[in-house]
């Protein structure tokens, strides 16, 4: 979650996420701070973000299996 820095957008997300008793793992939450600089046509183009992604989807996968 971001808009711009994000922090409190993403601050705001965990907490109402909290509030409906999600299961919120560490691993599986990520701020992407200035989203629209690491976009192109479509595809994410920075390559420390899609790193961060990846590990944060296979820490998804893990926590429902």
């Not at 008793?21 to 183009?45: H, N, W």
């Amino acid at each position: 979650t971001a808009s711009t820095g994000g922090e409190n957008a993403h601050v705001a997300m965990i907490k109402i996420l909290g509030a409906i008793d999600a299961t919120l793992v560490p691993e599986t939450t990520l701020l992407i701070s200035f989203i629209r600089t690491k976009i192109g046509d479509g595809q994410i183009t920075d390559e420390a973000t899609v790193k961060k992604l990846k590990t944060l989807f296979e820490a998804l996968l893990n926590s429902v299996n």
